[in-house]
């Protein structure tokens, strides 16, 4: 399965490969790694761009360093919430992060992610990996709407990068 990106300067492929339970993602910024990278490492920077922009987020613990671990929640209107945790297994600053994924609603389904920052002369490319238990697994965070959170994070992101000094 491979989805086309909405109408933005800057792509975002999401694709499935029929025979594997992953999920890789590639974007790229108009921005380099460093700021990239400080962008999903600085707990103040995630909380402003990380979601769908209809939820609020709450950052209940964000401390992106190998052996680190991460809680957040996003929350409805209504008062819903969706509580994520994980750790970060490797933290390699403006290069890689490897960290699990894990929705508070299905405890039993961890992914396993891993993000690369690529620097392509002032502009990065970021290509994230997850790794699911199962295609059926993989089948069910699809078919939970996260292209659509990931498309509209992602287009936040643009533009908070955009508004972050150089």
């Known amino acids: 399965m491979s989805t086309p990106g909405t109408q ?11 025979a594997l339970p992953t ?11 460093e700021r990239v990278f400080r962008a999903h490492t600085d707990p103040d920077l995630v909380a402003q761009w990380l979601g ?19 809680r957040y929640v996003h929350r409805e209107d209504d008062g819903t919430e969706y509580g994520f945790h994980g750790v970060f297994h490797e933290v390699r600053p403006h290069e890689r992060i490897v960290q699990t994924f894990a ?20 502009r990065t490319r970021l290509t994230t990996k997850s790794l699911m238990d199962s295609v059926e697994a993989r089948d069910a965070m699809i078919a939970s709407g996260m292209e659509h959170g990931v498309r509209e994070s992602y287009e936040r992101l643009d533009e908070l990068l955009g508004g972050l000094p150089r």
């Open 8 to 18: 933005h300067r800057n792509e975002t492929r999401i694709v499935a490969d029929p």
């Open 52 to 70: 769908p922009r209809r939820l609020a987020m709450r950052i209940d613990r964000y401390d992106a360093h190998s052996g680190g671990s991460y």
């Open 103 to 122: 929705f508070d609603g299905f405890p039993d389904e961890v992914s396993l992610e891993t993000a690369v920052f690529e620097d392509l002369g002032g």
């Open 23 to 33: 999920i890789v993602i590639t974007r790229e910024f108009d921005a380099p790694p």
